[in-house]
C-alpha cells in the first residue's frame, strides 16, 4: 500500500543553518505520527515541508504516492507552479498553535469558507457541512458566534472543522495545544483523539506525552535536525534507548 507521507533523507537548510539533516519517515492510512523533540529540533520545518510551505534541499518527499511541490522528468526536478501546488495542499489539512480565524466571520462562515471559495461549493451545501462539523467538534451550539466570543479552545476546534471541511486525506498539527490555557487543552485532544479512532491519517507535533502514548501508532524523537529514534510509544515514551531521548522525556514529564 502506498503511504501517505513518505520522507527518504530529506534536507532542509535555512543560510548556512542545516535545520533537517536526512529525516525518514513514513505514515500509512489511518496512521497516527506524532513528532517530539526540544525546541529548534525541526519538528516546524518538517511539517511545513509536508505541505510545501517550505522546499526540501535533498531527499525525496511523497504524499500520497506524488512528490510534493515537483514533477520529476527524466532526472530533473521540476517545481511545480503555484495552482498545482495548491492542488496537493488541498488534500492536507492544517491546524497551528494559532488558529489563525477570520474575524469578523462567525464559526460557521470560517469552516464554510475554503469548500465555497477554492471548492465552489453551493453555500447550502457548504454551510450543512460546517454545522455537521462544528457539532462533531463540539459546538453545534457556538455556530454563529465570533472568533472573540469563544475561548482558545473553541477557537481551536473551529480550526480543525475548518480544516476538515476541505475533505483532507492527511492532517498536520502543529502543537495544537501550546497557546492555551490548561484547562482548554483537554477538550482539543479529545477532538483530536476522536478523529484518530474515526481513521483520519495525521502528524501531530506535541508537547502532550500522555497523547501521543494514548493516540500515536508511532512516536518519532527527533533532535538536532535527525531522527534520535523512532518506534511505538511503549518503547520510545515507554522505554527510550538513547540519553538524548530520555533527558528530553525528564524535562517534559
Ligand atoms: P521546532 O518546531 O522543532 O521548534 P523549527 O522547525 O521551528 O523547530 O526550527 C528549527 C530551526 O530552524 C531553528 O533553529 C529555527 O530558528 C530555524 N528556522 C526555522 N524557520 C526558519 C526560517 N524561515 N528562516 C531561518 N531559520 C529558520
Ligand atoms: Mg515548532
Not at 529525516?23 to 513528532?35: G, M, Q
Not at 510545501?52 to 520529476?72: M, S
Not at 454545522?131 to 457556538?142: I, T, W
Not at 535536525?225 to 530520555?246: D, M
Amino acid at each position: 500500500m502506498t503511504p501517505v507521507v513518505s520522507a527518504q533523507r530529506i534536507c532542509k537548510s535555512f543560510g548556512r543553518v542545516e535545520v533537517l539533516k536526512g529525516i525518514d519517515l513514513e505514515v500509512h492510512e489511518r496512521e497516527v505520527l506524532c513528532l517530539i523533540g526540544p525546541s529548534g529540533s525541526g519538528k516546524s520545518t518538517l511539517l511545513r515541508c509536508i505541505n510545501h510551505l517550505e522546499k526540501i534541499d535533498a531527499g525525496r518527499l511523497y504524499v500520497d504516492g506524488e512528490l510534493v511541490g515537483y514533477r520529476q522528468r527524466g532526472d530533473k526536478l521540476h517545481e511545480l507552479r503555484e495552482k498545482e501546488i495548491a492542488l496537493q495542499r488541498k488534500d492536507i489539512g492544517m491546524v497551528f498553535q494559532r488558529f489563525n480565524l477570520f474575524p469578523h466571520m462567525t464559526a460557521v462562515e470560517n469552516v464554510m469558507e475554503a469548500p465555497v471559495q477554492v471548492r465552489r461549493e453551493p453555500k447550502a451545501q457548504a454551510r450543512q457541512r460546517a454545522l455537521e462539523l462544528l457539532e462533531r467538534v463540539g459546538l453545534g451550539d457556538k455556530a454563529f458566534n465570533y472568533p472573540g466570543q469563544l475561548s482558545g479552545g473553541q477557537q481551536q476546534r473551529v480550526a480543525i472543522a475548518r480544516a476538515l471541511a476541505m475533505q483532507p486525506k492527511l492532517m498536520l498539527f502543529d502543537e495544537p495545544t501550546s497557546a492555551l490555557d490548561p484547562e482548554l487543552v483537554g477538550d482539543v485532544l479529545g477532538v483530536m483523539k476522536q478523529l484518530a479512532k474515526d481513521g483520519m491519517t495525521m502528524v501531530v507535533v506535541t508537547h502532550e506525552m500522555q497523547f501521543a502514548r494514548e493516540v500515536a501508532d508511532t512516536v518519532l524523537f527527533m533532535d538536532g535536525g535527525v531522527v534520535v529514534e523512532k518506534g511505538p510509544p511503549e518503547q520510545v515514551i515507554g522505554n527510550p534507548q538513547h540519553e538524548r531521548t530520555k533527558s528530553f522525556l525528564a524535562r517534559v514529564l
